[in-house]
Every structure is written in structure tokens, then in C-alpha cells.
């Protein structure tokens, strides 16, 4: 079974910057796409960002120009640049995963969460 970790949640000013991390227990080459989620208390769990297997990437319109999502195959890390930070970010972000087996196997990974707050 493939696991996702992620790290890099703690408290931060507004306007302050975190950089979150989701290590995979295999390799990330053909997860496509991978995505980070986020869900505030109270709230619906939202997709906040994606990264394909060619790079192409998307984010919600409330994280465009501050957020930035990235990947690095040789160390199976996705990563999510998180600047600029707004109280309204505060929420446990998801790693999240879509891999594709030799055999058309679609399988689906989620990571247990890491918490961001944003406070001053």
C-alpha cells in the first residue's frame, strides 16, 4: 500500500509563508495527477492545487499568485510553496494521489493531513 506523508503545518502570521511537503512511499514518476487539498474547520474538503505528470498545473482562484505547487520525482516529494498567507488559509492541507498501474488499475492514495494556521 502506498503512503503519503506530509509536513511542514504550524502557525504562522498572516502575510508569512510555509513550504508543505508530501513524501511517497514509491515513486511519484506515474501518479498523474497529484493534488493538494485543504479543509477548514466546518467546511467541505476543497482542491486547492494540481500537478500533472507533464507539469502542467492548477489552482483555485483563491490561491492564484501565492500558492505554488511543485514536484520532485527523484526524491517522490510533491511540495506546496504556500506565500503571502491569509487567516482564511487556515485549514489541514491533503496530499493526494491518482496512479495508474501496468494493469489499468486506477488507485487512489490520500495522506493524513497536515494542520496550517494562520493567526496573529
Known amino acids: 500500500q502506498v503512503q503519503l506523508v506530509e509536513s511542514g503545518g504550524g502557525l504562522v502570521q498572516p502575510g508569512g509563508s510555509l513550504r508543505l511537503s508530501c513524501v511517497a512511499s514509491?515513486?511519484?514518476?506515474?501518479?498523474?495527477?497529484m493534488r493538494w487539498y485543504r479543509q477548514a474547520p466546518g467546511k467541505q474538503r476543497e482542491l486547492v492545487t494540481s500537478?500533472?505528470?507533464?507539469?502542467?498545473?492548477n489552482y483555485a482562484d483563491s490561491v492564484k499568485g501565492r500558492f505554488t505547487i511543485s514536484r520532485d520525482i527523484s526524491k517522490s516529494t510533491m511540495y506546496l510553496q504556500m506565500n503571502s498567507l491569509k487567516p482564511e488559509d487556515t485549514a489541514v492541507y491533503y496530499c493526494?494521489?491518482?496512479?495508474?498501474?501496468?494493469?489499468?488499475?486506477?488507485?487512489?492514495?490520500w495522506g493524513r493531513g497536515t494542520q496550517v494556521t494562520v493567526s496573529s
Open positions: 493526494n494521489a491518482i496512479d495508474v498501474t501496468s494493469t489499468r488499475e486506477i488507485n487512489e492514495y
Open positions: 500537478i500533472t505528470r507533464g507539469g502542467f498545473t
Open positions: 514509491t515513486s511519484i514518476a506515474t501518479m498523474n495527477p
